[in-house]
């Protein structure tokens, strides 16, 4: 493993409005990216949007608009959407960029000049909503809308000369595609005759595309386009020297149904470019109500935006990476979300804050009082603390996101726990000392809960560090200076 991290998301279609979906993935991302810089890895963390192909074409004219104002139009929006969320992407990659158009054609040539691209004449079924050739029997599965009998000349990519090569590199490289589950599917896909893949579009039909370097009557096919940005942003082409830091990527996350395109399309298109694989490729599950996919479609889509006006940035990012189980789908519901957070947020977390300071402004004006010596119970906290530190790199780097967080209640609830036990409230009275001690220990363990989730909830965290005046975010015990003053602070997660 390179000591680099390199993550990405999917580039999201330009013309859809942000939902939860988009939302998640790249909270996703965001969370793994802090993760991985509080680990101290060199991290580069890229999104996007894929703003060429029919479906931006068609959005444009219906407004009638260009269809580069159109997407100037809509970017904003997800821009906006990933400030908001706390999402510290390193660039933005827009496929209408000139760095992303050169690249692709130079991709383009290359696998040109190897060979594998050729000229052929196609009759067959095209569905206009996904934009490719589809065969008789996916026609038949009902899952195409307007499909079309299409005979055209166009070009195609010798896909099918790189199967066996492929199925070798997930053979030997047995985390390329994660959860397991997926990389069986992808393997069971490759048993098949592997077809060749049209990456042209003629012009006569769709001209809001990347001209083919060897033919300027077509334009590149979407997928072919938007695959490539990963190798755009990283400096393929236009800067070696980051290129070889940042390439292979450490991750493509992906959501489940654009598995294929990303485990077979692309990984073969790297081969014949003559460039490394992505370390990883990781397909999640669907967030889905009431046990139904949420698409526009469906009319079911939640609406991030809402939520967060309502509840808070950082309550829906806990939710999200608590919820879901890394590749299997979850389901959303408001009664979740509320019980998840008045139990683990307000309950367990800020309920713990406000005890402490509470506790410390009155009886020590104010200030973080001396810990002297630990006893066998603080002793405890402190090692189930440290112990915890270490561990969770694994989960992190096991991609159990969930489980990470879990721990980390966990030991928020011990302390809780502990708090019961010790009474400080009562203690105070008698034995001042004593008191001191069981403070400053939960503070210190507020403060180390604290650190270990700001990936998870940077803003809250953030608040709750500068309440107890900690100037240090070392994971290691001891980081709360006695003395301190403490500052005051809004209720950290107020119970709904
Ligand atoms: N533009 C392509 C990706 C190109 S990547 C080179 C695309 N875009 S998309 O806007 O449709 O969104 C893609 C991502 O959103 C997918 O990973 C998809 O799984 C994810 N989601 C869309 N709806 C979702 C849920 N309901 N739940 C979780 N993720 C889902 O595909």
Known sequence: MKDTFYITTPIYYVNDKPHIGHAYTTILADVLARFHR??????????GLDEHGQKVQQAAAERGVEAQQHCDEMAP???KLWKKLHISNDDFIRTTEDRHKKVVQEILKRVHDAGDIYEDE????????????ITEKEAESGEFRDIKELKEKNYFFKMSGYRQRLIDHIETNKTFIQPEHRKNEVLGFLRQPLADL??????????WGIELPFDTNYVTYVWFDALINYITASGFGSNETLFQKWWPASYHLIGKDILTTHAVYWPTMLMSAGLELPEAIFAHGWW??????MSKSQGNVVNPMDLIDDYGVDPVRYYLMREMVLGQDANFTMES????????LANDFGNLLSRVSTLMKKNYDGKIPEPGELNAAENEIKNTGQALISNLENKIKGMKINEALEDIMQFIRGVNKYMEEQAPWKLVKEDKESAARVLYTAGEALRIG????????P????????ALNATDAALEWGGLTPGNQLRDHQPLFPRI
């Not at 680990?39 to 999104?47: H, K, P, Q, S, V």
């Not at 049209?198 to 001209?207: A, D, G, M, Q, T």
């Not at 803003?459 to 709750?464: M, V, W």
């Open 122 to 133: 196609y009759e067959g079924l095209y569905s206009v909503s996904e934009e490719r050739f």
């Open 288 to 293: 889905l109500m009431a046990d139904a996919k």
């Open 77 to 79: 929006r997800f821009m």
């Open 459 to 466: 803003n809250r965290s953030a608040i709750l560090i500068e």
């Open 450 to 457: 604290a650190v270990l989730l700001s990936p998870v909830i």
């Open 337 to 344: 979300f509320i019980k998840r957070y008045n139990s683990d």
């Open 198 to 207: 049209c990456i042209s579009r003629p012009k006569s039909r769709l001209n």
């Open 38 to 47: 509080n680990l101290n890895r060199e991290t580069f963390f890229l999104t």
